[in-house]
């Protein structure tokens, strides 16, 4: 079978393969790379993943898209290392259910791309005997994601920004304490900042030399690992003739596409519920048709969707045949009335998610931290506004660990959360980090100064 190609949403760039995707990153027209056709799994094999470990799933929906680019067995292999911890699926109420993707090392759903993808460059780059310097801006879960997962990989280093008043100290810690090829910059500045510095070092030609590859949720490589969870939990939850409802709780939109990839490959996904917090600029494009981004974006309690502009829309957009470019303009409305028909979306106010954390742990003693509390509160909304049969399958997404955010667990239901095995001893360990400006030019000083 021949290798499926990748277009840029820009559709200015030349098509590429996957491998070539995945260590670009963004095209060099400063589109997203996106598969020219999505492979469909058969009923049959949507069935037989109920018998299927996590990781062999993993296997079956990358294999689809990575025909002709990795042999089986070594797919077989890097999957099976990656992901091994736990996916939890939690029981609350009636037919509806919690997907926990915080078990792995960073306790953020962010560990399943990262693993896949950190593995997957360094399969490419060993064959290809390149070096990478991966560049990365980070609200907080991605940044120590990426970090961990290249933590130690030979010819591959990383630089971590994150703005200075955005991340937690758990989060923060989970970054600046690792050292060897990890370096890390604390920003001044917002997140959609280090976002920004991040793209224009990309589009500067200067920097060629560098050989920048980035690691957001903007590289397809992050993207296909998230399709995994859907199938898996379905797999796992599903009666006969069963189609489920998904909540996410969403930001850039990485997580929510893995799950519109699903759909097109034949998962039976009824709804999508798209769940924002008080950056609600795809709401209103979704109720309106009219996109205006949220400049700057609101700070919320859940921190890693303060996005004002997700990136990963223009290929959401894409998908329903419309353009979107990078900077958010349209030049092809995509078709509203099948996006309408797929996804619902909510905006989840700060008040809201609060309640929700304390409301969902004294009614059900289930425990969500406040990215969690905003999915599980877009579910609840979404079930009684359209009425919602009690036996339909719904699942929402809890996307980190309660105890990366202490203080808020505390304030709002008066005990600390018990620690994973996987943050336990970060008090303790030194940090090493840089502060900068909010500034290209001192940033890009800051590239050619440390990276020769
Ligand atoms: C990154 C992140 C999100 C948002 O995911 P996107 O793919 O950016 O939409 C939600 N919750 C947590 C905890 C995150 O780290």
């Known amino acids: 079978m021949e290798p499926i190609k990748f277009y840029s949403t820009n559709l200015i760039a030349d098509e590429v393969t996957f491998s070539e995707a995945l260590l670009k990153g963004i095209a060099p027209d400063k589109g997203l790379y996106m598969p020219k056709e999505i492979p469909v799994f058969t009923k049959e094999e949507i069935s037989s993943f109920s018998q299927k470990e996590y990781y062999e799933i993993a296997f079956e929906v990358a294999r689809k898209f990575l025909v002709g680019q990795i042999n089986d067995n070594e797919l077989l292999a890097l999957v099976k290392d990656a992901y091994n911890y736990p996916v ?10 919690v997907m926990r993707l915080d078990q792995g090392p960073t306790a953020s759903f962010k560990d ?6 950190g593995r997957l460059m360094q399969y490419y780059i060993k064959k290809k005997k390149r070096k990478l310097l991966i560049l990365t801006a980070t609200s907080g879960d991605t940044g120590s994601a990426i970090a961990n997962a290249f933590y130690d990989l030979d010819n591959i280093k990383v630089l971590v920004l994150f703005p200075d008043n955005e991340v937690t100290d758990r989060q923060r810690k989970q970054m600046t304490t690792l050292g060897k090829n990890i370096q890390i910059i604390s920003i001044k500045g917002k997140f959609d900042d280090c976002q920004a510095l991040v793209k224009e070092a990309f589009a500067d030609s200067d920097l060629d030399y ?7 949720s903007i ?11 859907y199938f898996y939990s379905f797999s796992r939850l599903r009666k006969e003739n069963d ?10 939109f990485g997580d929510m596409m893995g799950g519109v990839f699903a759909k097109h490959m034949g998962l039976p996904i009824k709804k999508f519920i798209i769940s924002v917090n008080e950056n609600d600029e795809f709401t209103s494009f979704l109720n309106t048709g009219n996109y205006s981004k949220i400049e700057p974006s ?3 309690l859940s921190s890693a969707m303060n996005v004002g502009h997700p990136s990963n829309l223009s290929r959401l957009v894409a998908l329903y045949d419309g353009i979107m470019n990078e900077k958010g303009e349209i030049s092809q409305v995509p078709d509203m009335v099948k996006m309408r028909n ?7 106010s700060d008040k809201e998610t609060k309640e929700t954390i304390k409301e969902s742990y004294d009614s059900h003693k289930l425990l969500l931290e406040p990215h ?15 009425n919602v049969d009690k036996d339909q399958l719904c699942i929402s997404l809890e996307t980190a660990h309660p105890a990366k955010f202490p203080a808020q667990i505390v304030e709002i239901l008066k005990f600390d959360p018990e620690l994973p095995a996987s943050l336990e001893g970060l008090e303790t360990k030194e940090e090493f980090f840089d502060n900068l400006d909010n500034n290209y030019s001192d940033f890009k000083d800051y590239l050619i100064n440390n990276y020769k």
């Open 88 to 97: 939890p699926l939690e029981k609350v109420v009636e037919n509806k259910y």
């Open 112 to 117: 399943f791309a990262a693993r896949m993808m």
């Open 210 to 216: 560098l050989d920048l590859s980035s690691a957001n």
């Open 219 to 229: 590289n397809i490589g992050r993207l296909i690992p998230q399709i995994v969870y």
């Open 243 to 252: 189609d489920v409802i998904f909540s996410v709780p969403s930001g850039n």
């Open 298 to 300: 609101k700070n919320c």
């Open 342 to 348: 797929d996804i619902y979306s909510i905006s989840i």
């Open 372 to 386: 969690g509390s905003v999915g599980w509160k877009g579910l609840m909304e979404y079930c009684k506004e359209y």
